[in-house]
């Protein structure tokens, strides 16, 4: 079946599924008599009822009122102003880019985040990332999202490590509901100092106002209840529409930036792949003649000069990707009796974006160049060959660098269409005995094409030319020929025709789809003979079995698969596997005293679950206790301790092995090499080739990456203490303080290339030193894939996060305070210290003075792939919202606040430790301030308007060296944590009837 056959066929299921839930409601409301409404709460974190939302686990819950005040369009911009979370793939990710949102609490990774909607599993959102897709999640219908923290894998099974986001979805709706909003990014494009950068390199960078980016969505929601009130159908449809801004809109993001040492401090950077073809002559490489030419536009047009030119390749890329999205589905239930009520919920989502970035074109793959050539000038040839001691019978053998602007940028179309099925039923067994059980399933498709990429075998039958008969250029080869092909001229300005550009341009295709399935059953209950003698409720219990199955499949072209793309930095190998596993699970929760002097409420809690893998990660044992004690009306103490795991998904374990782009450096590299040579020939180059290996001015080296099959679970230990303020002499504040301590043991990654490269050169551990693998001949790790540093998927040594959660609420009427008729006020605090967030690689590397370093600490630093995007110590949200004495109008404000990050550099680890620049050596704290306001105007409507970063505030600026090869370094920013687009503006109405 087609992917394409797929969508038409869930689309129509989802419909005909939620005409089935209004008109089986309505059918049941004619027949069904007698039962009562099930009610209880269940808080994140427990499968037990309580009477209250008091967790001893940390739970932060964000409202629907604070999600519509913050005007987000998307769910990955609510949970990322949320100060537990780093930013991960998002709108602001292009260059890698997988089309998805995922969100990372603590920053330990976005797999180690489980997300669930209303406590069930989301299905893998990607094929080649199988995480939860936040675009999946309509925004509008989220009526709550809970965060827990710390490891939940007793209660939600495997992924649990650093916490749950749960999105509670709106239910049991009952009339229509029309949601439209509209927004905008404007900015003023005023950096004198920026403008001036780039106008020292011949640039115009952007002046002026600028408003783009506009994001659009309508949703409609409609529901019924049954006429007895014991059922409800609830459907609803979605549409969104956000438009792409490039990087040429911003003055600060026109041209990539690069550090450079003093006075320069900070120039225009660029590629070496530019559009006149630059070369890298291996027969000269280790001679001391010139060995890097450029084809000289200001030349005769045939020529090759010495040297090379820099392409400035930042204009191009997408700062937000281009979005169109489309969601339907329905929430049905219906209460038979007080033992049998029957639910359903189907979702769907159909989402197409696009990522671009800089056009395609040849990245230092080595081409053999007859000497004979007629591409090749005379000065060409006495540059490339007689120079080089060959003959018109030999060929010249040239790493080439050429950039493809006559064909335009590089797109990455890609569309994920989603679908999730829940069926299940749930109700009392007794008076003290519930059950809930369901099954769910859910699908997640990828479709992908990459345009205006080039054929690296097309390439070469393109450069291997002759002349006919009468004279004129044609590919060597007859088989080429009879392909079509056309010689592709290089060497010259202007040489380069639409039709040899037709030949050699290839798209490539890939797609593939998750799956998940889940069957669950759980019982919940009281056991009345089992009672603390202090305590007024009995012991509560929860247990239960679960059985799921994960599935992928990735199916990549031919083109894909093979490497022939020379876009992509090498091979995308296809995946496919799967994994199933049994579980069984328990709970109880002992309330010890209740009511007692000293002892309000005194309980423990304790969880457990058993799983069993058909995987490598074969049986685990995962478990929790936690206490709460609240000795008075105005004091809470909570402790919690946690062992999750972990499992691999099918990406880990079933990756074939293939080179990429992920190392960022190579000191060995360049004329004068940061590394001395008897350091580099620990890593296998060779005394002549020292000084002779041409460095990437892109910052882009080989890593081989790859799954392994022999991976086992990680394990996490997570502990957290806290302490809630609830102030009887201030009635409607509340106040919490959270330690929290995450280690994640025998962590699933794959050996940092840059790690294992430095360790090799300071140390020769033959370990690493093994893992290194130089291009025979020319030493290289980027010309062409045959050098490279290895990377493959194992377990390693430990990750660990510490900190201190803050959260602090206020409701009161103004009244209190001699303000009377001037209504009322909510405060909303929440922050994050960060006092930790150690990584230790299984690597061990030594500092100049000999000592032995085998772990580094990111708490408030930034860069390269080490430390990724920054991570400063302190982060915080604060909303005051004014409930106005004007009937239905509020007023409310935001500040968001992310602390100053220091570059990985300036640390004396030697992990991190490197050369320093003044320019981005410390990005200042940013404080972004929002304002909005919403008017219920009489019953049915309701208008909002808001700007968000009121005062248009830039984002800190990085540059090329240490913002390294990481994803989610972007437009010289990090735009998935900073505001990097400048204010958002935006308008809403919601009608309801």
Known sequence: MTATRERLL???????????????????????????????????????????????????????????????????????????????????????????????????????????????????????????????????????VDVLTGGASAVYGSDAVSGVVNFIMMKNFEGVRLDAEVGE????????????????????????????????????????????????????????????????????SFCSLQERAPPTNIRCGGSGTTPAAHFFSNDLANASLPYEFTVDTAGPGNTVKAGSDLFNFAPFNYYQRPDEQYTAGAFAHYEFSSKLDAYAQIMFMDDHTRAQIAPSGIFGQTFNISCSSPLLSAQEVQTFCTNAGLTAADSASLAILKRNTEGGNRIDDLRHTDYRIVVGA??????????????????AILNEHYLNDFSLRRLTNALNVTTDASGAMICADASARAEGCVPYNIFKVGGVTPAALGYVSTPG????????????????????????????????????????????????????????????????????????????????????????????????????????????????NTYGISADWKPIDDLRFRASYQRAVRAPNVVELFTPAAVGLGLSNDPCAGSAPKATQA????????????????????????????????????????????????PTFLPGFTFSVDYFDIKVNDYINGRDPNLVLTSCLQTGDPTNCALVHRAPGTGSLWLGQAGYVEGINTNLGYLQTKGVDVEATYRTDLGRFGLDNWGGVNVNFNGTYLDERVTNPLIKITDASGKVYSSYDCAGLYGATTCAQPRPQWRHRMRVTWNTPVDGLQISGAWRYIGSVKAKQTSS????????????????AQSYFDLAGTWHMKDHYTFRVGVNNVFDKQPPLVGSVIGGNSIYFNGNTYPTVYDALGRFAFASITAEF
């Not at 950068?197 to 409609?222: H, I, L």
């Not at 892109?698 to 302490?723: F, H, I, R």
Request: with cysteine; aromatic share 8%.
């Open 426 to 443: 749930k109700g009392d067994l007794s008076d003290n005995w519930s059950y809930d059980a369901y099954g769910q399933f859910g699908r």
């Open 185 to 252: 990014y404007q900015h003023n494009n005023d950096d004198s100092f920026i403008q001036g950068v780039n106008k020292t390199r011949g640039y115009t960078a952007p002046n002026g106002s600028v408003w783009d980016g506009r994001q659009t969505t309508f949703t409609a929601v409609m529901g019924i209840n049954s006429s007895d009130g014991k059922g409800n159908a609830t459907v609803y449809a979605g549409y969104r529409s956000v438009k792409a801004i490039l990087q040429a809109a911003r003055d600060y």
């Open 679 to 726: 350091q580099c020939l620990r890593t296998g180059l060779t005394a002549a080739q020292y000084g002779h290996i041409p460095s990437n001015p892109a910052q882009q080296y080989n890593s081989l990456a790859g799954g392994n099959t022999n991976l086992k679970p990680e394990e996490a230990d997570t502990y957290s203490v806290g302490v809630v303020l609830t």
């Open 509 to 620: 295709f890939q797609e593939g789809a998750t799956e998940e399935t889940v069957v669950n059953a759980s019982v919940t209950g009281k056991i009345p003979a089992l009672k603390s003698p202090y305590a007024t409720d009995p012991i509560g219990v929860a247990g239960g079995v679960e059985y799921r199955r994960e599935a992928l499949d990735l199916s990549v072209d031919a083109e894909f698969q093979s490497g022939d793309l020379t876009g992509q930095g090498g091979p995308t190998p296809p995946v496919g596997g799967s994994f199933d596993v049994y579980e069984l699970f328990g709970e109880a929760r002992i309330p010890l005293a209740q009511d007692m002097p000293f002892a309000k409420d005194l309980s423990l809690d304790m969880t457990y679950r058993y799983s069993d893998y058909s995987s490598s990660a074969g049986t685990t």
């Open 909 to 924: 680890n030697p992990f991190l430790s490197g050369t320093v620049y003044s320019f981005d050596q410390k990005l200042a």
């Open 10 to 144: 869930a689309s129509s299921m989802i419909c005909g599924v939620a005409l089935l839930g209004v008109s089986a409601t309505q059918a049941a409301a004619q027949t069904a008599s007698g039962g009562s409404q099930v009610s209880e709460i269940v808080v994140t974190g427990s499968r037990i009822p309580q009477p209250n939302l008091t967790s001893a686990s940390p739970v932060t819950v964000v409202g629907a009122q604070d999600i519509k005040l913050q005007g987000v369009t998307r769910t990955e911009d609510l949970i990322n102003s949320l100060p537990q979370v780093v930013a991960a793939q998002g709108a602001g990710v292009s260059n890698g880019s997988q089309g998805i949102a995922t969100v990372d609490l603590r920053g330990l990774g976005p797999a180690r985040t489980l997300v669930l909607i209303d406590g069930r599993r989301v299905v893998p959102g990607d094929p080649r990332n199988p995480v939860t897709d936040l675009n999946f999640i309509p925004s509008p219908l989220v009526e709550r």
